[in-house]
């Protein structure tokens, strides 16, 4: 079993910053890319940041030189460091990743139980 179990979020003010975490554990043969979306009400769920193995990474057009995504492989761990928040950022953030269970496994998606972001004006 995999778990992804994500943390921080909260409610800020038009440009302030917030740090979303998230911490994969269980059974973990490997781990490609790990991601941060979000999903808005009545809005689809997009990407916000992704970052591989070796740490490239991939930014929406909207978060680009305001959100960094980082990632711990020893810890399995990814974290979105969120500045200049805007109240369109306000959205319910998942944690994504990647992860194989076994070496005989196919990689598969795993997804946290999300978090809520809510940036007032």
């Known amino acids: 079993q995999v778990q992804l179990v994500e943390s921080g979020g909260g409610l800020v003010q038009a440009g302030g910053s917030l740090r979303v975490s998230c911490a994969a554990s269980g059974t973990i043969f490997s781990m490609n890319a790990m991601g941060w979306y979000r999903q808005a009400p009545g809005n689809q769920r997009e990407l916000v940041a992704t970052?591989?193995?070796?740490?490239?990474?991939n930014y929406a057009d909207s978060v680009k030189g305001r959100f960094t995504i980082s990632r711990d492989n020893a810890k399995n761990t990814v974290a979105l460091q969120m500045n200049g928040l805007k109240p369109e950022d306000t959205a319910v953030y998942y944690c994504n990743a990647q992860i194989r269970t076994t070496f005989h496994s196919s990689r598969r998606d795993y997804w946290g139980q999300g978090t809520q972001v809510t940036v007032s004006s």
């Open positions: 970052i591989t193995r070796d740490g490239s990474t």
